[in-house]
Nanobody, 122 residues
Framework: QVPIVESGGGFVQAGGSLRLSCTTPGLSFLDYAVAWFRQAPGKEREELLC????????VYPDTVKGRFTVSRDDAKKTLYLQMSSLKPEDTAMYYC???????????????WGLGTQVTVSS
């Protein structure tokens, strides 16, 4: 069974919003720390947010604080990334990853989805 599937990407104008979904049919969702990453062409992969098995979440880069939030639906084994006030520099492939330790601290993300593309036009 596929461990992680991302969806919800697409084209949006600057200032708009998107909600990405990360479904984890192949994982014991509640036991994992699950995080969102992104990678733009020519740039390094960047960790955005992580939510641990306890439900506590952490937002990392200042560039997305106040604009991106994460939530979790345990019944659906799904993690959501709500993105608002999108900017052209948010254009990237967005990935979901999971770590079986359940902790976002010093996590080793061994399970990855294939990603979903987000393109923000100016």
């Amino acid at each position: 069974q596929v461990p992680i599937v991302e969806s919800g990407g697409g084209f949006v104008q600057a200032g708009g919003s998107l909600r990405l979904s990360c479904t984890t049919p192949g994982l014991s969702f509640l036991d994992y720390a699950v995080a969102w990453f992104r990678q733009a062409p020519g740039k390094e992969r960047e960790e955005l947010l992580c939510i641990g098995s306890s439900g506590s979440s952490t937002v990392y880069p200042d560039t997305v604080k106040g604009r991106f939030t994460v939530s979790r639906d345990d019944a659906k084994k799904t993690l959501y990334l709500q993105m608002s006030s999108l900017k052209p520099e948010d254009t990237a492939m967005y990935y979901c990853a999971a770590d079986s330790s359940g902790s976002c601290f010093d996590a080793d993300f061994t399970e990855w989805g294939l990603g979903t593309q987000v393109t923000v036009s100016s």
